[in-house]
């Protein structure tokens, strides 16, 4: 296994829109098992193929306090949603910032497995907030572009100072 390179806010390549996994391969269960470990060592509760590069519709998630969950969703839609709530997130493409978005509260989404096998999962708190989450890495958007155009463009200053102060 390896460690995958997560790229970082506002790199263009995170708003590629990931394709569908036409099957599902040991090259597929390879890239999710990296994947993990990336997200475990980041550490992280949720790793869309995006942020490493990838731009194929897997996700991986462990929002389990023990950190032994691991969900593996390939080709994932959202297929019901209700409610809505607001929650703190963060990203490990967005390293350091943490802000309120409003998602929904309860969804069912459907996906496939590391086996290539279809479920259908109805999640609600923060498996739900994590999976809208990931899923928005799959269509290109980073949890930030939820926020106002005043908070993007703070959060980029910061980002850049911050890239600044490591030279």
């Known amino acids: 296994m390896a460690l995958l390179k997560i790229l970082h806010y506002p790199d263009e390549r995170l708003h590629k829109i990931a394709s569908p996994i036409e099957q599902v391969t040991a090259v597929t269960r390879r890239l999710i098992r ?48 209700s409610g809505t709530e ?22 069912t989404v459907q996906a496939l497995d ?25 269509h290109g958007k980073v949890f930030v572009e939820h926020l106002s155009r005043l908070k993007q463009s703070r959060i980029r200053a910061k980002i850049k100072k911050r890239q600044r102060e490591t030279l």
């Open 114 to 138: 590391e086996q290539g096998a279809a479920f259908t999962l109805e999640a609600d708190g923060f498996l739900a907030v994590c999976i809208q989450h990931e899923i928005d890495h799959l």
């Open 34 to 81: 990296d994947m993990a470990e990336t997200m475990y060592a980041a550490p992280g509760v949720g790793l869309a193929a995006t942020q490493v590069d990838v731009h194929e519709q897997i996700f991986v998630a462990d929002v389990s306090e023990e950190r032994n969950q691991l969900r593996v969703f390939i080709n994932p839609k959202i297929i019901a949603s």
């Open 86 to 107: 607001e929650c703190e997130e963060g990203c490990l493409s967005v390293p350091g910032v943490y802000e309120n978005v409003v998602r929904s509260e309860k969804i």
